[in-house]
C-alpha cells in the first residue's frame, strides 16, 4: 500500500539547480578534500619518517620504517574510519546528520594538529604518539563518509542527486592533489632554506635535523580546509527528510525548506502532525514514515533490503582491495620511469619533494578527470552501468598488467606499464569508486540510510586493510623479497588475484538496484506500508 508524498520533499524533488545546492556540495565537499589530504599525505612523508627515525649510518642505503611499523603508520587511519563509519552512521540516524556533522569535524581538526605535534625521545615514543592521534583522525574522518551522502542525498533533487553525490566524493581527487602541492611547497622551501648533500656523499649530513619540521607541517596543514568549513556546516538546517520522516515534525521541515529555496512550503494539518489522528494504514502517515517501524534487524527489513545491503557492502569490499592495492605498485612505477632515482641518491627533503611530485601527477592525469567523468555522466548512464563498466574495465587493465607482466618490466616498455596503470586508477573513479559511495545513500529508508551508509562504507575499509597491507606482503618477491619481508606470491600474480577481485565485483553489481531519476522514498519503497504491516 503506498502513501501520498510530503509536500516539502516533492518540492526538493523538483528544485531547480540553486545557489544552495552549490553551498551543500562545497561544505560537504570540504569535508571530503580534508578526509582526503589526512589519509592519503602519510603516504609522502613515511619513507621521510623512516630515514629521521630509522637511520644506520654503518649501511650504505637510508633507513626505511620496519614492515611492522609501516604497517601501523599506514594503518591505523584506516582502522579508526572503519570505526568511525559504523559508529557516526548509527549515530546520524539517532540524533540527526547536522548535530554530528560538526563533531567529526572538530574531532578531525584536533587531532590532525595533534599528529603534527607528535613528540617524544625515541623514535618507538614518536611513532607511537603518532599511531594514536591517527586513529583518531580516522575516527573522525570516517563519520563524514555517511553523514556527507546522505545529507547531499538528502538535500539535492531527484534529476541531478547523482551529479551532486558525486562531487562531493570527487572532492577527494582534489584533497590528494592539494596534499602533493603543499608537500612540494614545503619540501622545495626547506630543501632551498637547508641544503644538505645525497646520503651518498655524506651520510650524517644528508639528514638535516629541520627535516623534521617538514613532516609535520605537512600533516597538520589539513586542518585548515576542515576548520574554515565549520561554520557553514553549523549554518546548515537539518535535511528535511530527517526531519519529516525520522523526527516526524513535517512542519518544521516545510519552514527550513522554505527558507532554504526562498520559496512557501505548507504542509496540510495531518502530515504537520505526524500523523497523529490519521489511520496508520495510509494517506501521509505512509508517507511519513509511521507505518514503517521495523529496524535494521528486523525480518521486513531483510525482505525489502537485505540484497541491497549485501550488494552493497560486497562491491565497496571488493573494489577497495583493488583500489587501495594499487598502491603497491606506485614507487615500483615511480623508479622504472625514473620519477624517484635511488633513495641513495637524493637527501631526504629532496626525496619527499620527488614523491609529491609523482602523486601529483599521478593525481592529475588519472585520479580527478576519472570523478568528474562520474559527476558528467551518472544521471545519464546511471549507476548500475557506470559501476558494472568500471568493474569491467579495471578487470581488463589488470590483466593487461598482468598476463604481459614480463614484457612490461622490460627496458622500453615502462611508459606503457604506466598507460595501462593509469587507465586502472581512472575507471576505479570512472567507475565503482564512486559509484559505491553514491548508491547506499539513495536505496536505504532515511531512518536507517544513514546506518546502512556506514556499514556499506565500513566494509569497503576492511577490504582497504586487506588490500593495503595482505597484499603488500603477498606481492613480495618469491625468491627476492625486500629487507624485513617474508617471501611472496610476487606482483604478476598478485594482479591476477585483483583481476579475480575485481570481477567478482562486476557479477556482485547485478544485485545493485538502479536509482536514477527516482525519489529517494521511491526507490527505498518507503512509503510502501506491506499489507501484513497495515493490519498490525
Known amino acids: 500500500m503506498a502513501g501520498g508524498q510530503l509536500k516539502v520533499l516533492t518540492t526538493l524533488d523538483h528544485a531547480k539547480t540553486q545557489w544552495y545546492h552549490f553551498m551543500a556540495i562545497v561544505i560537504a565537499g570540504m ?33 626505511s620504517l620496519p614492515p611492522n611499523v609501516a604497517a601501523a603508520v599506514n594503518g591505523v587511519a584506516l582502522c579508526g574510519t572503519l570505526a568511525g563509519q559504523l559508529f557516526f552512521g548509527w549515530l546520524g540516524d539517532k540524533l540527526g546528520r547536522k548535530s554530528v556533522y560538526g563533531f567529526t569535524l572538530i574531532l578531525m581538526v584536533v587531532c590532525s594538529v595533534a599528529s603534527g605535534l607528535s613528540f617524544g625521545h625515541t623514535a618507538k615514543g614518536v611513532i607511537s604518539a603518532l599511531c594514536f592521534f591517527r586513529f583518531w583522525l580516522g575516527f573522525g574522518i570516517g563519520g563524514d563518509y555517511p553523514l556527507s551522502a546522505t545529507i547531499m542525498s538528502e538535500y539535492a533533487n531527484k534529476r541531478t542527486r547523482g551529479a551532486f553525490i558525486a562531487a562531493v566524493f570527487a572532492m577527494q581527487g582534489f584533497g590528494i592533489l592539494f596534499g602533493a602541492i603543499v608537500a612540494l611547497v614545503v619540501s622545495a622551501g626547506f630543501r632551498n632554506a637547508y641544503p644538505a648533500p645525497s646520503y651518498a656523499d655524506n651520510r650524517a649530513a644528508s639528514l638535516v635535523p629541520e627535516a623534521d619540521y617538514v613532516w609535520r607541517i605537512i600533516l597538520m596543514f589539513g586542518t585548515i580546509p576542515a576548520a ?3 561554520y557553514w556546516r553549523m549554518k546548515m538546517p537539518e535535511t528535511a527528510r530527517y526531519t519529516a520522516l525520522v523526527a516526524r515534525n513535517a512542519k518544521k521541515a516545510a519552514a ?3 527558507k532554504v529555496l526562498h520559496a512557501d512550503i505548507e504542509e496540510d494539518a495531518a502530515a504537520a502532525a505526524g500523523g497523529g489522528a490519521a489511520d496508520r494504514a495510509g494517506g501521509d502517515v505512509a508517507a511519513a514514515g509511521a507505518g514503517n517501524e521495523w529496524g535494521l534487524f528486523s525480518a521486513q527489513f531483510m525482505r525489502r533490503h537485505g540484497i541491497h545491503l549485501v550488494a552493497t557492502t560486497s562491491t565497496w569490499f571488493l573494489l577497495d582491495i583493488a583500489f587501495y592495492s594499487q598502491n603497491l605498485f606506485q614507487k615500483d612505477i615511480f623508479s622504472k620511469v625514473g620519477w624517484i632515482p635511488p633513495a641513495k641518491t637524493m637527501n631526504a627533503v629532496e626525496e619527499v619533494f620527488r614523491i609529491a611530485r609523482a602523486q601529483a601527477l599521478i593525481a592529475l592525469c588519472g ?5 568528474w567523468f562520474t559527476v558528467a555522466f551518472i544521471d545519464i548512464v546511471g549507476r548500475f552501468a557506470i559501476q558494472l563498466m568500471g568493474f569491467f574495465m579495471m578487470t581488463v587493465f589488470m590483466l593487461g598488467l598482468a598476463v604481459p607482466y614480463h614484457h612490461w618490466t622490460t627496458k622500453g616498455n ?15 573513479n570512472f567507475g565503482p569508486n564512486a559509484t559505491t559511495f553514491i548508491v547506499p545513500a539513495e536505496i536505504f529508508p532515511a531512518r536507517l540510510r544513514s546506518t546502512c551508509h556506514g556499514i556499506s562504507a565500513a566494509a569497503g575499509k576492511a577490504g582497504a586493510i586487506i588490500g593495503a597491507f595482505g597484499f603488500l606482503y603477498a606481492a613480495q618477491d618469491p625468491h627476492k623479497p625486500e629487507s624485513g619481508y617474508k617471501p611472496g606470491i610476487g606482483i604478476r600474480n598478485a594482479l591476477f588475484v585483483l583481476a579475480g577481485t575485481n570481477f567478482l565485483g562486476m557479477l556482485m553489481t547485478l544485485l545493485v538496484p538502479e536509482s536514477k531519476g527516482m525519489s529517494l522514498e521511491e526507490v527505498s519503497k518507503e512509503t510502501v506500508v506491506d499489507n501484513d504491516e497495515a493490519m498490525a
Not at 615502462?414 to 576505479?428: D, E, R
Open 31 to 63: 569535508g571530503f578534500f580534508t578526509d582526503a589530504y589526512d589519509l592519503f599525505c602519510i603516504s609522502l612523508v613515511s619513507k621521510l619518517l623512516g630515514r629521521l627515525y630509522y637511520t644506520d649510518l654503518s649501511k650504505d642505503t637510508p633507513g
Open 414 to 428: 615502462h611508459t606503457g606499464f604506466v598507460v595501462m596503470y593509469g587507465f586502472t586508477f581512472f575507471f576505479a
Open 228 to 230: 574554515l568549513t565549520y
Open 256 to 258: 527550513d525548506m522554505s
Open 367 to 371: 585520479t580527478i578527470p576519472g570523478y
